[in-house]
């Protein structure tokens, strides 16, 4: 698979000084699938950005083209104004970070060696370093595991540090991971349905951690179907539809906008429908049932007697 990127090397419309994430004209192709087709997104500094679309769209793979999984067939992408290299390593060593639509954990590390793990491409210490166990070695070890308790409480981890992530409940390891993927202090963090799976109590307080992340200067791109946890989040939404990028605005406009009414939405997103809506509906049905019994008196069945 090659590169091309004289073509698409541009900016994203909107792309200013302040843009975290620029990616120009990403083409992913498996064989004879266009799975993502010349899509452009910037997202700026201090933004929660939702990407969304129905199942198969393209919205994982676009993901993974980049954070360096794929290289995309076309395209390139720029972190901080840096094109960024097709490794996933070098990726959050610039810095993005992710997770993963199905939670990818050490099943059986800790909590808090999880979070130590994500903190590796943060620590300098070599090799010889780690082996002789000096002074240095041993200072950067007590900082990181200051930096990952910090963490382990901004997440509200810090009472099962010592816990097997295996044994954690869902919810608390879709934290874990956000709280490993913060531990390489990222810039721009990308989360790929973090609420899949979780209750209604879970997913208010996933959105409560998502806010307070941007509130610490990571900015913030996730893919989400809980339209909901998106449009009451985001400032800005992009919609993919076939790989294709329909649309990108604000929650108003996106959810307002026809076609994506039509290729994803189904219906105008309200939420759950209130009483209104409800004695509307009763109102409808009674009318109906009376149309009809009007209709029966009128022209009554075969059968019926005078
Ligand atoms: N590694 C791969 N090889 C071949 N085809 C792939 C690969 N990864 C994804 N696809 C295909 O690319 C298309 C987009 O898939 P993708 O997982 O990116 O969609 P999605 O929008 O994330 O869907 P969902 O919301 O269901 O997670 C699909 O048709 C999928 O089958």
């Known amino acids: 698979m090659t590169t091309t990127t004289t073509p698409a090397d541009t900016t994203a419309p909107g792309a200013g000084r302040d843009t975290v994430l620029d990616a120009s004209g990403v083409t992913m192709r498996f064989g004879g699938l266009t799975a993502v087709r010349d899509v452009g997104l910037h997202v700026r500094a201090g933004e929660i950005l939702g990407l969304i679309g129905p199942n198969g769209a393209g919205k994982t793979t ?5 954070t360096g999984l794929y290289t995309p067939t076309e395209g390139v992408v720029r972190y901080r104004g840096t094109v960024l290299p097709h490794r996933s390593h070098l990726v959050t060593q610039a810095g993005i970070a992710r997770t993963f639509q199905n939670i990818r954990l050490f099943a ?11 903190r590796h491409t943060r620590t300098s210490e070599g090799l010889f370093s780690a082996l002789l166990r000096g002074p240095r070695f041993r200072r950067a ?15 509200g981890l810090q009472d099962k540090r010592e816990h097997l992530a295996r044994n954690l409940p869902y919810g608390e390891q879709r934290k874990l991971e956000i709280a490993r993927a913060l531990a390489s202090e990222p810039g721009l963090l990308l989360l790929d349905e ?24 990571t900015a913030v791109l996730v893919i989400e179907h809980d339209m909901r946890f998106i449009f009451n989040l985001c400032d ?24 994506v009414i039509a290729a994803y939405l189904g219906t ?19 009318h ?19």
């Open 108 to 118: 059986n590390m800790t909590v808090l060696e999880n979070v130590l793990v994500g």
């Open 236 to 259: 800005r939404v992009a919609v993919l539809v076939q790989g294709e990028k329909l649309i990108e605005g604000t929650p108003e406009t996106v959810q307002n906008d026809e076609r």
């Open 194 to 217: 973090p609420t899949a799976g979780m209750t209604a109590g879970e997913t208010t307080a996933t959105r409560e951690l998502v806010l307070a992340i941007r509130q610490q200067g």
């Open 141 to 155: 070890e007590r900082e990181s595991e200051d930096r990952a308790m910090d963490l382990l409480r901004f997440t």
């Open 62 to 66: 676009f993901f993974n083209c980049l």
């Open 288 to 306: 109906v049932h009376d149309e009809t019994q009007v209709h029966d008196e009128t022209h009554p069945r075969e059968g019926d007697e005078d």
């Open 268 to 286: 105008p997103f309200e939420g759950e429908p209130g009483e209104a809506e409800a004695a509307e509906v009763r109102a409808a049905e009674a």
